[in-house]
């Protein structure tokens, strides 16, 4: 059958979010005394939760990476959401794929506020039915979560939809939720993380290929 209703994450696969989450993990850290110079060793907070990514590279407690997630917060929503750049062609396939009859959706784990703030200021919103992702009070950040949710708030069947993204977690929370997976390598995934993909494209035309336009 073929998959007619897609679903996007946000980072790493529609836009390059690179300078504002990295300048906004360095603004938290900095919160905590801990001085980071190097943008790029920063890079591995572009994908997954972020409460969980303070824990992981920094030690940080339970409480405190909750806490880090606050501060990290004040520069994101105000400048780091914005330090972003949208993916050359991405317009154009959206344009491509809404025209033909394709149904499009994103889902990722930043809240839903700030990724309609991005694909609004971007023009990109229009041609999504729907913006699914997390809560600010930290719920629903894990990506089978939201995909899960996008699915159910839009009674997408299964067999109809494919996930498209950039990282592990969006490759295996399709495969949570029983629909097919996309990986793109432009994005910040490393080789290893699509080896579960249903297909994998090197560029953003070549998501357009998988797809059948």
Known sequence: MKKTN????????????????TKSVQ???AHYGIEVSDLQSLVPFIGPPLKGSFEKYYGFCDAQAEDAVRVYREYFSQTGLFENAVYPGIPEL???LTEQGFQLYVATSKPTVFATQILDHF?????FNFIGGSLLSGERVEKDDVIRYVLRENNIK???ATMVGDRIFDIEGAKKCGISAIGVR???????EFV???AVADTVEEIGR???I
């Open 210 to 212: 998988i797809l059948g």
């Open 123 to 127: 023009g990109l919103s229009c041609y």
């Open 158 to 160: 299964k067999e109809t």
């Open 94 to 96: 959206l344009k491509k």
């Open 196 to 198: 579960k993909a249903d």
């Open 6 to 21: 897609i679903l996007f994450d946000l980072d790493g696969t529609l836009t390059d979010p690179m300078i504002g989450i």
């Open 186 to 192: 432009y994005g910040y995934g490393e080789p290893d």
């Open 27 to 29: 603004y938290a850290l």
